[in-house]
């Protein structure tokens, strides 16, 4: 299975690779599936600390294993904890998205880093070192991005619930802002960003249903850029700090 990596990817290309392949997990560290119990470390906020050992978890625990539902290798939330710290450079974006693909992610989890605004989606950091960084992201029904680039970042994106939009955008300083495409992500659904794809994410208003996301970026994102359809200006946008 090969995966673009210029670009998002397409509708179909989600489909395709909806099942996880052999090979996928190749390069993670096999440490990280053993049988390891689930004590997160935060540090500030619910976030880990990169710098204290932690106890993982795999997915070992979750009801879906127990009736032999979940595949091998698939991993947890701390289990992908356990690789961003483990990295000694940025990652790929094919090396985030077969994170991604292979995440089993349980409610339990989640919990600590689920929490809704009612004006904007809220960013919850989980990790955080120089080489990469995961967020969770929550979304009541009508919240999205602005449109954006990474601005020298490339990241992937895992709906963990609910239904994720993303329209995908051309850009031409003469020309200015040009929309491209448009594509719909159902849960469990992994897609990805390359260092000059501008884009807006959202969970649609007629959605009627909260959307949780996760989001590793490398390196962690700085200062984006964010445009407007119709107008060749380019601003300079810092997220928020995640809480
Ligand atoms: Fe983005």
Redesign the pocket.
């Known amino acids: 299975m090969s995966l673009p990596l210029s670009g998002h990817l397409s509708f179909e290309a989600i489909s395709t690779v909806s099942t996880s392949t052999p090979g996928c997990l190749d390069s993670i560290p096999a440490e990280v599936y053993k049988d390891l119990r689930p004590e997160v470390g935060r540090e500030f906020g619910n976030a880990f600390d990169f710098g204290r050992p932690q106890a993982l978890s795999t997915y070992l625990d979750s009801p879906a294993l127990q009736t032999n539902e979940v595949s091998p290798g698939a991993l947890s939330l701390t289990a992908l904890v356990k690789l961003l710290a483990s990295q000694t450079s940025a990652p790929s974006l094919e090396q985030i998205y077969d994170w991604l693909e292979n995440a089993e992610v349980s409610a339990e989890e989640l919990a600590p880093y689920r929490g809704f605004k009612d004006g904007n989606y809220w960013r919850h950091l989980v990790c955080r070192n120089e080489f990469v960084e995961m967020l969770v992201l929550c979304w009541r029904p009508g919240q999205r ?1 602005p449109i ?3 601005n020298g970042s490339h ?1 992937g ?1 895992r709906v963990c619930e609910g239904t994720m939009w993303e329209t995908t955008f051309t850009y031409d300083p003469a020309k200015g802002l040009r929309y491209k495409t448009a594509s719909e992500y159902s849960t469990g659904a992994v897609t990805g ?1 390359d260092i000059p ?1 501008i ?3 959202g969970n649609p208003d007629v959605s009627e249903q909260d959307m949780v996301t996760i ?1 590793i970026y490398a390196p962690p ?1 700085g200062v ?1 850029h964010t445009y407007k359809p119709g107008s060749a200006a380019v601003d300079l946008y810092t997220p928020p700090e995640p809480e």
Request: overall charge negative; proline content about 0%.
């Open positions: 991005t954006h680039d990474h990241g994106v960003s794809d884009h807006q994410l989001h994102l984006l």
